[in-house]
């Protein structure tokens, strides 16, 4: 089945800093690769996606970019703030379908 | 107006209980699952049924029984809980199908404590 490796599991950044981080894919035929965002005690709720038609994806702070050849996409988060502190999660869709598949998370801490 | 809605938000119970978490949407999906967030936070997909139809099912232990009586509920019963049992557990729901795939609607959580 799919398996989604993600780097790093933690990560501190100082206020105004850019973050990243990255993940890998095994199915070559994925083609929905989300991200999510949870927050301490709270659900994971989706802060972008992108699909394996498009390379890169941005919403303001936060852009994704896939790389379908080597299997990889990133989450890019500019101008970090302390609200942007959550564990972060990417996903795969497996070949098989109706699944997600998650990386085991980044914890990332933006300090003021 | 809650989209994905399950039930009981916490849960304390004894080893070697029975109980059961619910969940409902009302988001008109086909697709519900459930998924395990363990301590080290690490979602694991358990189930996930498409139209009342078992779809996935990512080697539970057959303790984990789920249940869909109509498309809008998936809820899940735990046989003899044990201590590795404890963890959060997520319902979500999607409009994803075979043909495509989308994002995930997740219910607020069921912390299990398992003593």
């Known amino acids: 089945g799919e398996n989604v490796e993600q780097h790093p599991s933690t990560l501190s950044v100082q206020e105004g800093d850019s973050a990243v981080i990255k993940c890998t894919y095994s199915?070559?035929?994925?083609?929905?690769f989300p991200w999510y965002k949870q927050e301490l005690g709270k659900r994971p709720q989706l802060i972008i996606d992108?699909?394996?038609?498009?390379g890169e994806k941005k919403d303001q702070r936060i852009a994704v970019t896939l790389n379908k050849t080597a299997k990889h996409f990133s989450l890019h988060i500019t101008e970090t703030q302390p609200e942007d502190s959550a564990v972060y999660f990417c996903?795969?869709?497996?070949?098989?379908?109706?699944?997600?598949?998650f990386g085991k998370g980044t914890s990332l801490l933006v300090t003021p | 107006d809650t989209a994905v809605s399950q039930t009981p938000k916490y849960l304390v119970t004894q080893m070697g209980n029975d109980k059961s978490i619910k969940c409902e949407q009302n988001?008109?999906?086909?697709?519900m699952y459930w998924y395990k967030q363990d301590s080290k936070k690490f979602l694991k997909i358990m189930f996930s049924?498409?139209?009342?139809?078992?779809?996935i099912n990512e080697t539970v232990p057959n303790r984990f029984s789920p249940k869909s009586p109509d498309k809008a509920h998936l809820n899940l019963h735990i046989n003899s809980l044990e201590l590795g049992d404890s963890a959060v557990y997520f319902c979500?729901?999607?409009?994803?199908?075979?043909?495509?795939?989308?994002?995930?609607?997740f219910g607020s959580g069921t912390q299990l404590s398992v003593l």
């Open positions: 992108i699909r394996s038609n498009v």
């Open positions: 979500a729901s999607s409009l994803m199908s075979r043909a495509t795939n989308e994002k995930l609607f």
């Open positions: 996903a795969a869709s497996p070949n098989s379908g109706y699944a997600l598949n």
């Open positions: 199915d070559s035929a994925s083609n929905y």
């Open positions: 988001l008109g999906h086909d697709t």
């Open positions: 049924y498409n139209n009342k139809e078992l779809i």
